[in-house]
Structure formats: structure tokens, C-alpha cells
């Protein structure tokens, strides 16, 4: 039973992703039917001021000891360094041995890996860490593709509010739906986000070794709205069709054809958030065939329909 939840923190905090946590855990909400948890605050040096930033700090007042029995302890973001206090490693090791689980915010994924607890394990943390968390820990399966990771007894958040939905989901995992609803009730956020929805990034133009390569992408997104095929792309370089395709992988990372669809499905977001065209319109206007076409590589890319992404995002 989740009864017990403490947040580690350490070095500088970053304060949202501790609040995201001290949101849904650390208020009082007996009176709106949700159960009371026993919320603990603790640090390696109990009492002494940590820095939140802009000259304000915040002073945790218990041990890490006073964690060690939690059934759920949480990491907040704020560090990408792999190298952190053993007795926070210790006592995220700890409570796990204990049959408790662990959630990370944002970077607090770097914790988590240096305990050794994401090894063989999938898991996520905010897009800008992605690549350094699967380097740093390289037996750690990472996704940032998604907004949260369940995996056994851990459970990896990525940036700032996806902590919400992970913790909400931790809430409904336990106690239901009813309860996990009227937090986020109380919280004004959505109910519930789904694990596996995207994390809604743009991909921008990467950059080229190969001046002309550079000089492809520029013409790729100019002409985005026409029919372009590798054999044209091709010609453009005086290149075989099969020596492009392969030179293009190694410049970009991605197949041609991969590329174009991401930078079409990027240019049908922007098209869905500041304008009023419908959906076959902008599915023409992206160099897609037709709305069907543009709805099935929507969805497989961005995680919901774009009749779900505008509403969300449109201005």
C-alpha cells in the first residue's frame, strides 16, 4: 500500500519537479476523500539549505534513514551528473530491496541509473537528456519518446509536467481511478495522459559534414508541399540511387524517405496550431497524399491525432 512517499533531494533542486511531487503526495486532501499519505523530506545533510535558484533555498528536515521504510520514494530532477552521494544511491537501492518503488522527474532518471536500478530496463527522462542517459547508463533501455515508464518497481518521468501524469498514474495504480481523478481535479491537469503518448518535440535540420547534403534539406523542406523521390534527390547530388540512400543515412541518421515524412508531420503541427485549415488541406499543404495518409503518420509520430493536437495546441 502507498502510504509512505519521501522525495530525495540534494545539491541545487529544481523546484517545479519537487512541487509536481509535493503536489500530489505532500497536501492534505483527506477532506475530498483522497487518502492521507505520510510525506517525508530528506537529504544527506538534514537542515542545511539547498538552492532552488534566484537566491532562495529550500531545507529539507529529515535523514535519509527516515526514507529508508517509504513504499514509494521520488527523485526530482536537477543534476545529469552521474556522479551523486552514495548514501542517496544507498538508499534508493534500499528501498527497492525493501519492496518499494521509486519515481524519477526529469533528470532524477541519473539517479536512478547510478543505483544501478535502470539496467535491463526501459525507461525515459526529459528529450534534451536522452542521448546522455543511454551513454552514461548504456545497459539502460531509454525512450524519450514517451511521457512515462512503468517498469517493476520504477517509474521514470520525463520533463517537468510529465512527472504529474506519472505520478497520478502511480495514485491510480494503487487506489483507482476515483482517487487519481480528484487529485487531478483539485490540480486542474488532466486525469489522465497515457504513458506512451509523445513527448512533443521538433526535430530541427540536423547538421551535414557534406555542404551538399545541407543544401538537400534546405530544398527538401523548400519544396515539402511537392512529390519528392530518392531518385530525384539523387540527381540533385549526381549520385546513384543506391550510394545516395546510403550517404544520406550516414549524414542524417534516417532513411530519406523517414526524414521528409518527420519534417512533413513537423510542418502539418505548425500548420495545426496557427491556422484554420482542415485537415485535408494541410495534408496537401505538407506534401501528403491525402488526410488518411497524413492522420496514420500523425498519429505514429506525434502520439494522438491532429484533430487532438490542435485542439491541445492550436493558438
Not at 33 to 45: H, L, M, N, R, T
Not at 67 to 88: K, Q, R
Request: with cysteine.
Amino acid at each position: 500500500m502507498l502510504n509512505k512517499v519521501a522525495v530525495l533531494l540534494y545539491r541545487r533542486v529544481s523546484l517545479f519537479e519537487f512541487g509536481v511531487v509535493n503536489e500530489v503526495f505532500g497536501l492534505d486532501r483527506t477532506d475530498d476523500g483522497v487518502p492521507p499519505f505520510e510525506f517525508v523530506i530528506g537529504s544527506p545533510d538534514p537542515g542545511v539549505p539547498l538552492s532552488i535558484g534566484n537566491g532562495a533555498y529550500v531545507v529539507p528536515p529529515a535523514t535519509l534513514e527516515d526514507c529508508l521504510d517509504a513504499d514509494l520514494v521520488a527523485i526530482p530532477g536537477g543534476s545529469t551528473d552521474p556522479e551523486f552521494p552514495p548514501e542517496i544511491l544507498d538508499t534508493l537501492r534500499g528501498v527497492v530491496a525493501n519492496g518499494g518503488r521509486v519515481l524519477t522527474v526529469c533528470s532524477g532518471a541519473f539517479a536512478a541509473g547510478a543505483a544501478g536500478l535502470l539496467d535491463g530496463r526501459r525507461c525515459t527522462t526529459h528529450w534534451r537528456f536522452g542521448t546522455k542517459l543511454a551513454e552514461t547508463f548504456p545497459k539502460a533501455i531509454v525512450d524519450t519518446d514517451v511521457l512515462f515508464v512503468d517498469d517493476g518497481p520504477i517509474t521514470t518521468s520525463a520533463g517537468t509536467a510529465a512527472g504529474i501524469d506519472a505520478a497520478l498514474h502511480l495514485v491510480r495504480d494503487e487506489f483507482g481511478p476515483e482517487v487519481a481523478n480528484r487529485i487531478a481535479r483539485r490540480m486542474v491537469v488532466p486525469p489522465h495522459r497515457d504513458g506512451g503518448q509523445r513527448q512533443f518535440v521538433e526535430s530541427p535540420i540536423p547538421e551535414c559534414e557534406s555542404d551538399g547534403f545541407a543544401g538537400v534539406l534546405e530544398w527538401m523542406i523548400e519544396h515539402i508541399d511537392h512529390e519528392i523521390s530518392v531518385d530525384e534527390l539523387a540527381r540533385r547530388m549526381h549520385m546513384s540511387t543506391r550510394t545516395f540512400a546510403r550517404r544520406f543515412v550516414d549524414e542524417v541518421g534516417v532513411s530519406p524517405h523517414k526524414w521528409l515524412t518527420e519534417q512533413r508531420v513537423l510542418h502539418a503541427r505548425r500548420l495545426l496550431e496557427s491556422t484554420d485549415l482542415a485537415v485535408d488541406e494541410v495534408a496537401g499543404s505538407v506534401g501528403f497524399a491525402s488526410g488518411t495518409l497524413l492522420r496514420h503518420h500523425f498519429n505514429a509520430t506525434v502520439g494522438v491525432t491532429p484533430t487532438i493536437y490542435r485542439k491541445r495546441f492550436a493558438r
